[in-house]
């Protein structure tokens, strides 16, 4: 009969529904019943370039052809620059307004995106570095950007990595970043790495790897050495590590630091 369908129906579809809820539930991160596995990961130099010790490094992004581009901060000192790899030559510069501090970069569609420090200004500029727009965004401040060719990720020194539409700069997702249940804050510059979002934790010698899917944190990278090496080899002026870059194409990882000389690739390999 019609009338018992539609109630086993109402029973069959309410069950599921409940069952859906529950599973999403225990499989959020805070409450998770399926912990992730974690990785812990050290480095080794492959290669180490030349790096403008005067750049206050807040975005790096590889373009091709052993040619990076890259975004400086400090008041008076921000800039966007086209850096050649293996020279770290400075082939062109956009010096920035002085009440700019210059923060994020990065490239998508053949358009380089930065967002700025205490201010809520974005920019957006040609690979020729002219300014060809300008943006509010979602977020609570501007320090990292990323993109995996389709939307922008970004990051505001909180835990919330956000996923931002690219035309309207509004906020299409905000994941919070969890590893175990702490809060992983100050995220700082980005980079997207096979399906993965990679994050400069600021004032860390740590890259964090986070899930774009749901925050969660998949690993962490411990980069301590490179600091130390250049601390014990006489470069005291340097700042904190920051700035990660990937070539997709030959599938190389570069990082770097605000006011270090060197700029390296690295591989990355599980401790143990
Ligand atoms: N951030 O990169 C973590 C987003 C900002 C770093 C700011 C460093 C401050 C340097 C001194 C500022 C002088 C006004
Ligand atoms: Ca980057």
């Given at each position: ?7 086993a129906f109402v029973l069959l579809s309410s069950s599921l529904l409940v069952s859906v809820i529950i599973l999403l539930v225990l499989s959020s991160n805070k409450l998770s019943a399926f912990p992730r596995v974690v990785s ?98 979602d ?12 939307v922008?990720f970004?990051s505001?020194?909180t835990s919330i990595l956000y996923q ?6 509004k906020a299409l997702s905000k994941h919070v970043v969890y590893y175990k249940d702490h809060e992983v804050h100050?995220l ?7 399906g993965e979002v990679?994050a ?8 964090v790897r986070i899930s774009p899917n749901d925050g969660s944190v998949l690993g962490w ?52």
């Open positions: 009969k019609p009338r018992s369908y539609a109630k812990y990961e050290t480095i080794t130099v492959v290669n180490v370039f030349p790096h403008d010790p005067a750049a206050f490094t807040q975005g790096l992004v590889y373009y091709r052809n052993d040619t990076l581009f890259e975004s400086t901060g400090l008041y008076g000192q921000s800039s966007v620059r086209k850096v050649a790899l293996r020279t770290g030559k400075v082939e062109d510069m956009l010096k920035m307004d002085s009440s700019l501090f210059g923060e994020g970069l990065t490239l998508l569609n053949n358009r380089l995106f930065q967002v700025t420090w205490l201010q809520n200004a974005g920019f957006i500029y040609n690979k020729n570095l002219s300014k060809i727009g300008a943006f509010n965004h977020m609570k401040d501007g320090w990292g950007l990323a993109t995996d060719g389709k922008l970004g505001d020194g931002l539409d690219p035309q309207t700069f100050n700082n510059e980005l980079e997207y790495i096979n990679w400069n934790v600021f004032m860390t010698d740590c890259i990278i411990l980069l301590q050495n490179l600091r130390k090496e250049l601390i014990e080899t006489g470069n005291n002026g340097i700042d904190v590590l920051n700035g990660i870059a990937w070539d997709g194409v030959q599938k190389r990882i570069f990082v770097t630091g605000k006011l270090w000389p060197k700029l390296y690739e690295i591989k990355v390999s599980p401790i143990n």
